[in-house]
Each structure stands twice: as C-alpha cells, then as structure tokens.
C-alpha cells in the first residue's frame, strides 16, 4: 500500500488502508504502507498484527530496495492527491509490478488544480493495471476525467467494522414519539475535517438558525481545519457557547464514544465519493443527514438517511425534517439500523471483492519499457515528452542500481507470520490460565 494518507494523519482514507491491511495480514497476505515523513517521523513503525509502515522521503534507489527487500508483488495505491502513491506505483512499473489504483474522491473538471491533477491521473492510469472506486458516482467521474476504460474499474465501498461501531447497549428497542421537555437535549453530531470542501461554511450559518428554531438542539463538533475560526465567529456573535461545544481533533479509537453522545449526525459536504462517516454513524444508531451530492445517494437506504441541497436554507429544511420525523416517532431503532449497516458493509465481503481484483491482475502480462512509452506518446505533445524523459530517466538508474547494488546483494526481509503470533499469544495465555489455578 503507498499513499500520502496514513497515519498518524486521521480520515477516511488512512483508516480505510490500515483496515484493509489489518484484513490481509488476517488473511496470512504480506502487506506493507509506505507513507511520506513528518519532521522527525521516519524510518520503520510497526503497527497492530504486525503491520510494517516504511516512513521516507521518496526516491527511485529506496523504493527499488523496498520493493526488492520485501518481496512486492503489486503495489496498490491510494488517492489521486497523493503524489507518493503516484510515484511509488510509477517506480514499481519500472521493476515490472503489477499496480492497482484507489480513488476515494470526485474531482472537478475547470479550475487550475482540477486540470493539472486529472492529466496526471490519466497519464499514470494508462499504466495502472486495475482501478477501485469507492461508488457508481466515483466511476463515472474516475472514467471521464483519466480517461480509464470503464472494464478496468471496479466498484468497490468503504466498508465499516461493525464491532466497534455500535449503539449504546441502552439504545431502546423501539422509537415512540416523543416531545422534547425544558431540561431535555438533542444533541447533532458533527465529525468531520473542517475545510471547504466539507461544507463548513454552510454549517456555520445553519447553526443559529436551527438553535432559535428547536431550543432543545445542542451541537457537537469534532474535527480539526482552516475553518473553524469560521465556526467560532458565528458561535460567539449569537453567544451560543453553551449550545456549540467545539472538541477538536479526535483520535481514531474515540470516534465511536463521540458519535453515541448524539442522537442526529450531519453531514454537509459540498463534495463527497463516499461518505464513510455517515456509515459509522449509522452503525451507531444515530439518525443521520447529508448533503445530497456525489456518491452519497448510494451508500445508504432511504429509511436511515434524510437528504438535504447542498445550501443553507436546504441544510436547514433537512435537518428540520429529521427532527420533527424523530419527534413523532418515525425513525428506525438504533440496533435495528445497526444491523442493517452490518448487513450492507461487511469486511469479509468488501475483502473477498478486492482480493479478486488482485488475482485478475496476476494473469497479465508484464508491461515492457517499450509499451509504456508507446501509450505516453499518445499524450499531448508535452505531456508525452515529459514522461518519455522520466521514464528513460527511470530505467536508466534502474540499470545503473541494478549493476551497483544488484538484487541478490539485498537481503530479503524476514516474513511475519500473524496467524504463528496469535496461535502462541493464544498458548502463553492458557500457561498463564493453568499456573494461576
């Protein structure tokens, strides 16, 4: 796994590549992520299961030992505004790998940094042997901007683990309606990165609205961002302190004590592929609403979720829907929803349909120097140009390194075996259990 994403970052993204590896580790697959350093943050980290994060400033000559070292055989990347997934899987075509590409996000087609990014993606895809979105939405958005056969994307969802996400074991059985007295609150849940991107804007001027509308509604925010000045401004000019607790970043393992302190979780994202959030959320047995945009319609029934337009006064018209519905009593018990995201987004499945992906790539055939720059030269002029020079530029430090520092110089890693660890973590505890007795 190669991806600017990972931890000790927090989102959707870096929880979804530690999940899925966690999976393939389970699975007795050798799995490692490569991810890009932070000040002092580099080297080799181990994580749960064993999982090995290689921390680096990328270069050819380290990710060539890498890849040797560990015994690579494809390299999956994530995100298409992660520069290291592109360079890493970019190098790895130089070794002869097999790559597979995930792209979590939509992306326009106008602005400056859209164009720039989307030539790219369609100049890295033209390589990539198979490509993952995360929805139907996320498809056709992947397909028109890199320009990607859509026989070679696979739609595959973020799934959520279930065991974890959960109501309250006080969560009631069944939902009656119910008047919200003087002492009595319904708190919002807000988790998300606050950024533009996430709708915080619309958040912010929603907010007094929906405070002098229901004088039982109480916010609360988690999250970290350029735009929560925005938030604090507004909270303080309509002196709502004691309504809007800001909570800040939180940690991965405190997501799920945060989303059960709530009865509602929004979401206002302007733009979203898929929305893992909304799913944990779910899972806890919360009531949820969202922006209707991008691949969100998809990832849940009509029954758990209320839609809104991507404005304030939509937001506002949402949000007061979903309480006045949970008022009289016309939503779904919180164990009854859990279920049914436990149904939907199972991690057996989700993994079954990635691990086919990977055996599909197998079959095919190892890409020649030749060909890959017979399909960059099918580009614009410059675009073809450039990466004829740096794939030249690749091949030729893979000669010079593969002379200097041949592979059989490179000692292979030692393999970590997690079904050997937890069969002798299982055996110390039962000579634990027999000296105690």
């Given at each position: ?94 070794l002869g790998l097999k790559t597979v590409f995930t792209d979590h996000s939509l992306f326009g087609f106008a602005d400056a940094s859209a164009i720039i990014t989307n030539k790219l993606l369609k100049v890295m895809l033209s390589v990539c042997n198979r490509v993952i979105c995360v929805s139907h939405t996320g498809k056709e958005n992947t397909a028109l901007r890199a320009g990607v056969s859509p026989n070679r994307i696979f739609v595959i969802p973020h799934p959520v683990d279930t065991d974890i996400f959960r109501p309250l074991s006080t969560s009631p059985d069944v939902i009656s309606a119910k008047e919200f ?257």
């Amino acid at each position: 796994m190669a991806s600017d994403f990972f931890y000790p970052n927090i989102g959707g993204v870096e929880s979804h590549i530690y999940q899925l590896a966690q999976c393939l580790l389970k699975k007795g697959h050798k799995v490692i992520v490569i991810t890009h350093a932070y000040d002092d943050r580099r080297g080799i980290r181990y994580m749960t299961s064993g999982l090995k994060v290689i921390i680096y400033h990328s270069c050819f000559p380290i990710v060539r030992y890498i890849l040797i070292r560990e015994r690579i055989e494809i390299v999956h990347g994530h995100s298409a505004f992660s520069a290291l997934a592109h360079e890493v899987m970019f190098h790895a075509k130089t070794l002869g790998l097999k790559t597979v590409f995930t792209d979590h996000s939509l992306f326009g087609f106008a602005d400056a940094s859209a164009i720039i990014t989307n030539k790219l993606l369609k100049v890295m895809l033209s390589v990539c042997n198979r490509v993952i979105c995360v929805s139907h939405t996320g498809k056709e958005n992947t397909a028109l901007r890199a320009g990607v056969s859509p026989n070679r994307i696979f739609v595959i969802p973020h799934p959520v683990d279930t065991d974890i996400f959960r109501p309250l074991s006080t969560s009631p059985d069944v939902i009656s309606a119910k008047e919200f007295g003087p002492n009595e609150k319904l708190t919002i849940v807000v988790l998300s990165r606050l950024v533009y991107r996430k709708g915080i804007d619309l958040l912010a001027a929603v907010i007094p609205q929906i405070c002098h509308q229901f004088p039982f509604v109480q916010f609360l925010i988690g999250g970290e961002g350029p735009k929560r000045i925005t938030i604090e401004e507004i909270v303080e000019r309509n002196s709502l302190q004691s309504r809007v607790k800001l909570l800040g970043h939180i940690n991965p393992e405190k997501v799920r004590d945060v989303m059960v302190q709530g009865e509602i979780f929004l979401n206002c994202s302007l733009t979203e592929a898929f929305c893992i959030a909304i799913i944990e959320a779910a899972a806890c047995g919360l009531q949820i609403i969202s922006t209707k945009v991008g691949g969100i319609p998809e990832v849940l029934p009509e029954e758990l979720i209320w839609f809104a337009e991507p404005s304030v006064e939509g937001i506002f018209k949402g949000i007061s829907k979903a309480i006045n519905d949970r008022i009289e009593g016309r939503i779904i018990a919180p164990k009854k929803a859990h279920d049914m995201v436990k149904s939907f987004y199972q991690w057996d499945d989700i993994l079954s349909r990635i691990l086919k992906v990977y055996d599909s790539v197998q079959s095919d055939p190892i890409e020649t120097i030749d060909d890959r720059m017979r399909k960059f030269w099918n580009f614009d002029l410059a675009t073809g140009i450039f990466f004829l020079f740096i794939t030249v530029v690749c091949h030729f430090l893979y000669n010079f390194y593969s002379f200097f520092v041949p592979i059989e110089s490179i000692d292979i890693a030692p393999e970590f075996d997690y079904n050997k660890l937890m069969s002798r973590n299982k055996n110390n505890e039962n000579n634990s259990n027999e000296n105690k007795e």
